[in-house]
């Protein structure tokens, strides 16, 4: 992946967006050699629901509804 100095990518960051999106290749925008970001094209791909996504995939052992420990236990709970 091509790389660009923060300091380049702010004079010419709408350029930039455009080679992305032109090119379909990515950018890393590094301060002082090191890298800080990424510029990469949008992607059409949609994002899995998170919901039910872990069916079928765990097991459930024991009584997960009563409490953990006895009601009497629980400062709390006492009078």
């Given amino acids: 992946m091509k790389?660009?100095?923060?300091?380049?990518?702010?004079?010419?960051?709408?350029?930039v967006v455009d080679?992305?999106?032109?090119t379909k290749r990515?950018?890393?925008?590094?301060?002082?050699?090191?890298?800080?970001?990424?510029?990469v094209p949008h992607s059409e791909q949609r994002p899995q629901h998170w919901m039910g996504s872990m069916?079928?995939?765990i097991q459930i052992l024991g009584d997960i509804?009563?409490?953990?420990?006895?009601p009497s236990d629980?400062?709390?709970l006492r009078d």
């Fill in 3 to 15: 790389q660009m100095a923060i300091s380049e990518f702010k004079a010419k960051c709408l350029a």
């Fill in 19 to 22: 080679e992305v999106q032109k």
């Fill in 26 to 39: 990515g950018i890393v925008i590094t301060r002082f050699g090191k890298p800080v970001a990424e510029v």
């Fill in 55 to 57: 069916k079928d995939r």
């Fill in 65 to 70: 509804l009563s409490p953990a420990t006895n």
């Fill in 74 to 76: 629980w400062e709390v």
